[in-house]
């Protein structure tokens, strides 16, 4: 009898004991949450002050939970009620609440939209650790390319290969005259007569003709030297701050005219000023493994580039500090003084299009002059081009006038008055 009793009450610990160890996993569980989830909440709502490992307008938030468990003995609890109203939990007289409220001068926001499960799976983001994946983060391989065949020894080629065949031709040579020994036969020597100058200049019709390809052949290089004076195509200068219009204007499709916003209303199209970078970079001091993979094609390291964005406008990572320093850019599309060309009747009157004339600027890596910018070459355009006259209202008279004038639908900008001198010189 008091086997089946303690049979029993041992059967009935271990029942209990297994329902306790399955309420405890299944809290653990619910409270543990879903980094993906929470990689999601946290880019959209901690991102813009926060980041994993490194110090922003907020501190670092990895293993935030931890840490706070350790040094400051709070739980998750206080994390609620901190991320959901933390004004209220200063007020409230908390002691850590205030020892950390004036670590920026900007004050958190209160979500209190966000729910538990939301608080819990943004904690599961910032404690998961991803494996390492190859070829990411700081322990990307480099991949040395193996050398090609270089010039050396194509010239080392080259050079060996003409001498074979001088060497062939001396012992030609040599067979010829053993072969004429053999046979008897006289190998004359070079007589002597007329130098070949004098010849050549007592025949005056070739020295005539000679004198005319000579002079037609220096005047067309003289004119094509003259030609390229100012002309700067190609033109390609390294910049004091790496910019790349690839990954900018191409990869996450920046409209030009957010950057040189007074293209639009200006006679130029204006160089951004600093703040403007700042809009994004102020919260975006890195760049992915994978685009970081990308510069070193390049030889440039994006983050070095970012952190000189920083220097330059005096920005800590938290806030700025006023120790600014200007930016020397260099200018890339020069026109001579004499020439007048405004951005605004281009871009919004005539809606051109930005790689009308600086070509693919969504495809470099380095800004160039894609366009010669010559006289000819805007003429040209200017022949080629059609006037955008639906809805405005300023050509419907004069697009009357002269569609009548030329017989055509359409008027170009040269029709139009586009070839007047004092369009552009004035």
Not at 90 to 113: E, L, W
Not at 305 to 325: F, H
Not at 386 to 393: E, L, Y
Not at 403 to 419: D, I, N
Request: charged share 20%.
């Amino acid at each position: 009898m008091k086997h089946v009793i303690y049979r029993n009450l041992t059967s009935n610990i271990l029942r209990l004991g297994l329902i306790l160890l399955l309420t405890f996993s299944t809290t653990v569980l619910a409270q543990d949450g879903d980094p993906a989830k929470g990689k999601t909440l946290f880019n959209t709502h901690c991102a813009a002050c926060h980041k994993l490992d490194k110090a922003m307008t907020g501190p670092a938030l990895r293993n935030v939970e931890a840490r706070l468990s350790e040094d400051e003995g709070l739980d998750r609890d206080w994390l609620y009620a901190w991320i959901k109203n933390n004004s209220a939990l200063i007020n409230a007289g908390d002691a850590y609440a205030n020892k950390i409220k004036d670590y920026d001068a900007s004050a958190m926001n209160s979500f209190s939209f966000l729910s538990n499960e939301d608080i819990d799976n943004v904690l599961a983001y910032t404690a998961f650790v991803p494996e390492p994946t190859p070829g990411g983060g700081d322990d990307t391989p480099i991949v040395v390319p193996e050398p090609g065949i270089s010039n050396e020894i194509i010239l080392g080629a080259l050079a060996l290969l003409f001498a074979l065949l001088a060497m062939a031709l001396v012992l030609v040579n040599r067979t010829l005259k053993r072969f004429a020994d053999a046979k008897g036969i006289a190998v004359a020597e070079s007589e002597k007569g007329i130098p070949i100058w004098k010849a050549f200049v007592q025949n005056q019709f070739l020295v005539l003709v000679t004198s005319i390809a000579l002079l037609l052949a220096s005047g067309y290089f003289v004119y094509g030297y003259f030609m390229q004076v100012g002309v700067d195509q190609g033109y390609e200068p390294v910049q004091p701050i790496h910019y790349s219009h690839r990954i900018h204007a191409g990869d996450n499709k920046i409209d030009c005219k957010y950057c040189h916003s007074s293209a639009r209303v200006s006679k130029t199209s204006g160089i951004p000023s600093l703040n403007v970078c700042m809009n994004c970079h102020k919260t975006i001091s890195e760049v992915a493994p994978e685009t970081l993979a990308e510069g070193q094609e390049y030889g440039v390291d994006y983050n070095a580039e970012i952190q000189k964005l920083y220097d330059a406008v005096g920005w800590d990572g938290r806030a700025y500090t006023g120790e600014t320093s200007p930016v020397k850019w260099i200018r890339i599309h020069n026109l001579p003084d004499f020439a007048y060309f405004n951005h605004s009747q281009h871009v919004s009157v005539a809606g051109i299009e930005c790689q009308t004339c600086h070509g693919p600027v969504e495809e470099m890596e380095i800004m160039y002059q894609h366009a010669p910018l010559t006289m000819g070459w805007c003429i040209n355009c200017h022949r080629e081009t059609n006037v955008k006259v639906k809805d405005n209202a300023y050509y419907t008279k004069i697009h009357e006038q002269l569609s009548k004038k030329y017989g055509v639908e359409q008027l170009t900008a040269a029709q139009m008055g586009g070839l007047e001198c004092g369009k552009c010189h004035y």
